[in-house]
Every structure is written in structure tokens, then in C-alpha cells.
């Protein structure tokens, strides 16, 4: 049987438990297409499943990484609609019983592989296709913004919180982005209509004066909803998508009087369906310039350990790491 080169853990562990060696070569089953790998990335989610932190399914010797970019190499019985030599993107390898991207070559669902539009670089499109999807999956399924809303975005220097800036842009929406004084200018190239320093409640109700619609913290920092709550429109929708384990006081008269919700989501938990819906708007963005990121940390696969420890510590930060193998 023909061998590859892959990134895998044997039991969920810290980073030193991932080991890169040689796996057997897969062949593509049915309903199934053998992508021969260019870049995969790095994200948090990454390290949620192999440290066991999030258990979604998987099954050992567990290839790791979600997000792929590469060539279609064959396709297996019943496929249409892809061919060898055809560039595609994939960002839900990993769990639910399918192997991971960080290897040579990766057999994926054909239902959970796209179509890479000849506009986009190969290693900035696999940075972006996750926190495009994140922001996708809040924005557009959860929250449902329409043009003219205002967004409030916490966090947008990171990766989620650029691709949401630039997602709600695209929207229409009105955003105001909020961070340190240092990933301003970011947000404003972004399309940021307003860019704080900081969850100043004075400084917001002069921007929103009719209140907020959407609130994101897309940053795994606790939060501060007493501060929040207030600056509400009626009708506002607060998104949770990170910060395992964090517990904050929710003042319920604030989303009570303002008829508000609070809504969590985790991008395991979408379907294929959701994730093909998010894959159309995301070539869109790709493919017209919109989505880009603010720098990338290229390391080999044989790295991925190293890479691993890094998105966890924050090193590279807001840079996103991309593996090649």
C-alpha cells in the first residue's frame, strides 16, 4: 500500500501529542473525492479536538486539522461535478468520523468540498476559510443581519472578527469594531464604519445613539454583558462563540425589556447543508478581494506540533498559520 506523510494523534493530549510520520496512502470511497493537499491551517478549533477539549466524533489515529486547500487527484463511485486537477477547499475535515487536512492527501465528502475560484491564492484563501465560515455562520444564520443594522464587533484584529467586519460590510451593515488602539487602522481597511478602543459605553451611544442590533465578542476573553446589555437595540441578537469555560452575570431585565436574545453556536455543529450555504458566499468574497487576513506564519507539516503550540499560546497572533506540506 503507498504511504504518505501526515499529522495524527494516537489519544487526545497537549501539542507533543501529535506525531508526523508516515500513514497508508487513502483511496477514495464512495461519495468521496482523494484531494492531494497544497495548504491546510491552524485554528483554535484545531486544538479544542485534539486536546479532547471538544470530542466531535473522532477516531484513532486521528489525522488532525479542519481546513484544506489542494488539487482533486480521483474521485470515487458516484461523485460528479469534480475532476482531477480541479483546485478545491474543504473546512470540516477532522471530526465526525472523517480524517483531518493536515496530510498529503485527504479523501473528502464530496458534499463538504468546494470549488476554489481562480482568483484566490491557495494559502491565503485555507487562512480564511474558516473565520469566513464562522462569520457566516453568525452573522447570516444566526443573527439573520440585514443592510442597515448596526454590528457591533468585539475583537476585530483577529481572524473571526476581521472576516465578521468584512462579512457585515458585505451585508450592508453598519459596523462599529472594537479593540486596542493598535488593530484600529486594521478595522478601518476592513470597512469598519467606527473603530474604539475599548468597551467605552459613553463613546458607543454617541456612535449607535438607537442601539446596537448585533453584539459579537469574537474573542475567547471573558465578557462584560452588564456593559452590553445597555447599549441594546429592540431586538438585538448577542453572539457567543467562544470562551470555553467562561462564565459571566447576564443581566435578563436588559434583554427582557429589549426583547434580545443570546445565541451560541459552534461550527462542529453545522451541517453540510449550512456549510455548502456558507462555501457559496465565500467564494463570492474570495473570488471579488473582499476577505483577506493580515498576515500568514508558513511552517511544514512536519511542524505541526510547533504550530499547534503556537495558535494555542497566542504567538503568532493575529497572523494565521498555515501548514504546507
Known amino acids: 500500500m503507498a504511504a504518505m506523510n501526515a499529522a495524527y494523534i494516537t489519544a487526545f493530549g ?13 483511496d477514495p470511497g464512495p461519495g468521496e473525492v482523494l484531494v492531494r493537499v497544497a495548504a491546510c491551517s491552524v485554528n483554535h478549533v484545531d486544538t479544542f479536538l485534539r486536546s479532547g477539549a471538544v470530542r466531535a466524533g473522532v477516531a484513532f489515529p486521528q489525522i488532525v486539522g479542519r481546513d484544506l486547500v489542494g488539487v482533486v487527484v480521483e474521485t470515487g463511485a458516484g461523485v460528479t ?36 475560484p481562480a482568483e484566490a491564492d491557495e494559502v491565503a484563501a485555507v487562512a480564511l476559510v474558516h473565520p469566513a465560515a464562522t462569520a457566516y455562520l453568525g452573522l447570516v444564520v444566526q443573527a439573520g443581519v440585514r443592510p442597515g443594522e448596526t454590528v457591533l464587533i468585539r475583537g476585530l484584529g483577529g481572524a473571526v472578527g476581521s ?23 486594521w478595522g478601518s481597511e476592513c470597512g469598519a464604519a467606527e473603530v474604539v478602543d475599548g468597551l467605552d459605553p459613553a463613546r458607543l451611544w454617541t ?21 452590553v446589555c445597555p447599549l441594546l437595540a429592540v431586538g438585538a441578537r448577542i453572539l457567543v462563540s467562544a470562551g470555553l469555560g467562561a462564565e459571566v452575570a447576564v443581566p435578563l ?56 503550540r503556537w495558535q494555542q499560546d497566542g504567538v503568532v497572533r493575529p497572523r494565521r498559520i498555515v501548514l504546507t506540506p
Open 14 to 26: 497537549p501539542p507533543d501529542a501529535i506525531v508526523y510520520g508516515p500513514r497508508p496512502r487513502p
Open 81 to 116: 461535478g469534480f475532476a482531477a486537477g480541479q483546485r478545491v477547499w474543504c473546512n470540516s475535515a477532522g471530526y465526525g468520523g472523517r480524517q483531518g487536512a493536515a496530510a498529503e492527501y485527504v479523501p473528502v465528502p464530496a458534499d463538504r468540498l468546494y470549488p476554489l
Open 163 to 185: 472576516a465578521a467586519v468584512q462579512m457585515a460590510v458585505d451585508l450592508g451593515a453598519r459596523v462599529i469594531g472594537v479593540d486596542r488602539a493598535a488593530n484600529l487602522d
Open 207 to 227: 456612535l449607535a445613539p438607537e442601539g446596537v442590533d448585533v453584539y459579537w465578542n469574537t474573542t475567547t476573553r471573558h465578557d462584560d454583558l452588564a456593559t
Open 253 to 308: 431585565g436588559a434583554l427582557y425589556v429589549n426583547d434580545a436574545s443570546i445565541r451560541g453556536f459552534a461550527i462542529t455543529n453545522a451541517t453540510g447543508a449550512v456549510l455548502a450555504d456558507a462555501a457559496v458566499a465565500i467564494d463570492r468574497l474570495l473570488a471579488s478581494g473582499v476577505l483577506r487576513c493580515r498576515g500568514i506564519e508558513r511552517m511544514p507539516l512536519a511542524e505541526a506540533a510547533r504550530a499547534h
